[in-house]
């Protein structure tokens, strides 16, 4: 879902001009899955523009208090999300803690690191959904530390329809900044893409896993 049209057709137009999306419909790129895709999407290039950075850290503290309220604590995802939610946490003064993909494989063996309190109400902050595996891997770890996860917010989804059925099963609300419908309308009204390409592209979220095959 996402709250603000207007400000999610400016950060597809940023990460349009910093090139952390690449749209290239004809010369695909090919993911660690092996699937085709026309978007290849980076978005830590963001935290290298302070004004794009504060952009989408303004956008993120406004999803979360208008969607869920002010948190007690803001959980960052490995490793896409730690940067921007260290920053989301430092703008809403309240303490931050991050999910391992897997636990550490020494010391303490922790998966969740930082301190936290077992009840607290905790937002979860990702960079983008793709599949939906790696945010909802990291819920259910909060989830089994006793915290309540009220929500995950990510600045860029892809929209497939297996992340969406995928945070219903798991009873996780999701909220987005930007997401790839309005991503591919602003790289044609830019000219980044023709009206050509854009049968392929919608081609292409509706059925990543076949798509040019």
């Given at each position: 879902?996402?709250?603000?049209?207007?400000?999610?057709?400016?950060?597809?137009?940023?990460?349009?001009?910093?090139?952390?999306?690449?749209?290239?419909?004809?010369?695909?790129?090919?993911?660690?899955?092996?699937?085709?895709?026309?978007?290849?999407?980076?978005?830590?290039?963001?935290?290298?523009?302070?004004?794009?950075?504060?952009?989408?850290?303004?956008?993120?503290?406004?999803?979360?208090?208008?969607?869920?309220?002010?948190?007690?604590?803001?959980?960052?995802?490995?490793?896409?999300?730690?940067?921007?939610?260290?920053?989301?946490?430092?703008?809403?003064?309240?303490?931050?803690?991050?999910?391992?993909?897997?636990?550490?494989?020494?010391?303490?063996?922790?998966?969740?690191?930082?301190?936290?309190?077992?009840g607290s109400n905790v937002v979860v902050i990702e960079d983008?959904?793709?599949?939906?595996?790696?945010?909802?891997?990291?819920?259910?770890?909060?989830?089994?530390?006793?915290?309540?996860?009220?929500?995950?917010?990510?600045?860029?989804?892809?929209?497939?329809?297996?992340?969406?059925?995928?945070?219903?099963?798991?009873?996780?609300?999701?909220?987005?900044?930007?997401?790839?419908?309005?991503?591919?309308?602003?790289?044609?009204?830019?000219?980044?893409?023709?009206?050509?390409?854009?049968?392929?592209?919608?081609?292409?979220?509706?059925?990543?896993?076949?798509?040019?095959?």
């Amino acid at each position: 879902m996402i709250t603000d049209i207007d400000n999610a057709a400016k950060i597809a137009e940023f990460l349009l001009q910093i090139k952390a999306v690449k749209l290239q419909p004809k010369d695909p790129f090919t993911w660690s899955s092996g699937w085709k895709s026309p978007i290849y999407c980076d978005n830590r290039k963001t935290l290298s523009y302070p004004n794009i950075r504060t952009f989408i850290r303004q956008g993120f503290t406004k999803t979360i208090l208008e969607e869920y309220g002010k948190p007690d604590i803001i959980a960052g995802v490995a490793t896409g999300g730690i940067a921007m939610g260290a920053l989301v946490a430092q703008e809403l003064g309240v303490p931050f803690i991050y999910v391992r993909s897997s636990t550490k494989g020494h010391g303490l063996q922790n998966m969740i690191e930082g301190d936290y309190s077992s009840g607290s109400n905790v937002v979860v902050i990702e960079d983008l959904i793709s599949t939906g595996g790696s945010s909802l891997k990291a819920v259910e770890a909060l989830r089994a530390a006793e915290l309540n996860v009220k929500g995950v917010v990510a600045i860029f989804n892809y929209g497939f329809e297996t992340a969406t059925k995928a945070f219903e099963a798991a009873n996780c609300p999701l909220s987005v900044l930007s997401n790839y419908d309005i991503m591919i309308e602003i790289a044609l009204k830019q000219d980044t893409v023709t009206e050509k390409d854009m049968d392929s592209l919608r081609e292409w979220r509706k059925a990543p896993q076949s798509w040019r095959k």
